[in-house]
């Protein structure tokens, strides 16, 4: 299977021809760290999480005293096995692992390497770490508590759109959280009887399956489950949700900046960010096991007015007066 590698190669010129850099110079750049930066989304419409990333890493310049080599999965999990294997055989200084599945996948492949992971599920949970507090091992990282937050965007979306009888749930069951994610939703849906229709998509096709069924069940809003597969796709989920003029919500800001019309969720940016902070910290010198997971300290309630305008929804005043951000 090809892995998908982004490179940065600098070749310095002079008068035309390459220059030779001393002996000196290119042992010192051999002793330069490099960071593996393990990523269940794409390149290019993660670009702004890059850049958060960078931001967070203090003290470290890309291609001064640091190197990042970058692997993408592009929302395929079964790659980030072998995209793992080719960082460690790099003999990466510590692995920023983001996302559930590919903080699960560094961490199966090395005990010995430091491991940063961002993840919408509970890290202990899922044994990235033995407790918050103290993780232990060589794994710790940022939890932004995502995944379980699928009941409180079921309980928004009904609070916007109450005549919805019936409720589609679009769900990735390739997911490392889908099962939870379900249970969540099913106890959630039973305590305030709210129907529901629950879909799964694996693939691009199945996402065009899934928003055609909606059309023939007259199904009324629509929750997307919190998934990187689904994220690598945002501009085609919310397409088909506008086309099919269904109300939707999202656990990213990112899907309601691209025309969606609600979102309900920390800040993934921040998330990467932490995570570029605890990066710098390790290759300073301190050990995953002595840094305790970050929590999210808010949850932003983000709306697309425009959107909401478009599909005939009049916003309740109490909800927004919840909302963090307005997008028109």
Known sequence: MA??????????????????????????????????????????ESASLETAFRKGDAGYVEGRNVHIAFRWAEG????????????????VAVIAALS????????????????????????????????????????????FFTAPLEPKRLGLLRELIPQADLVAVLLNPKYPDADVQLKDVQEATREIGQR????????????????????QQRVGALMVGADPFFDVRRERI????????VPAIYHL??????????SYGASVAESYRQVGIYTGRILQGIKPADLPVMRPTRFELVINLKTAKALGIEVPPTLLARVDEVIE
């Open 3 to 44: 892995i998908h590698i982004r490179r940065r190669e600098f070749v310095f010129t002079l008068g035309g021809a390459a220059a030779v850099w001393p002996l000196s110079a290119r042992a010192q750049q051999a002793t330069v760290p490099v960071i593996g930066f393990l990523s269940a989304r794409s390149p290019g």
């Open 76 to 91: 395929q999990y079964d790659r980030l096995q072998s995209l793992t294997t080719d960082l460690i055989s790099r003999q």
């Open 100 to 143: 559930t599945p590919a903080a699960l996948a560094a961490k199966a492949a090395t005990t010995t390497i430091p491991i940063v992971f961002n993840s919408g599920t509970d890290p202990v949970k899922l044994g990235l770490v033995a407790s918050l507090n103290r993780p232990g091992g060589n794994v710790t990282g940022v939890t």
């Open 196 to 215: 529901t229709l629950m879909l799964t998509a694996t693939t691009d096709a199945e996402i065009d399956s899934a928003f055609a069924a909606l059309a």
């Open 238 to 245: 919310v397409a088909l949700a506008r086309r099919h003029d």
């Open 253 to 262: 800001r990112e899907y309601v900046v691209a025309g969606g019309l609600l």
